[in-house]
């Protein structure tokens, strides 16, 4: 089934899970980057469903991307 995102309750958008290269768009990084912020602990972790196919629940990237926004406000 194809469900739009805006007819979801949050709390099931925030669990839906992006594989790396919807992850990289979402978050405005490219997948090297992604991969090299996993490998220094800078990235939230990916869920490994299947070998080696990584997935992200929307809800940790917005996560993510909100505490980069408060860090920022901090140096500023």
Known sequence: MNFALN???DVVTRR???G???TAEFVGRSVPEIRRL???GLFPKPLKLNGRRLS???GDLIDWIDSKAEQQKETA
């Open 7 to 9: 007819t979801l309750p």
């Open 16 to 18: 839906r899970l992006l």
């Open 56 to 58: 992200w629940r929307i």
């Open 38 to 40: 996993i490998r220094l």
């Open 20 to 22: 790396i290269e919807p």
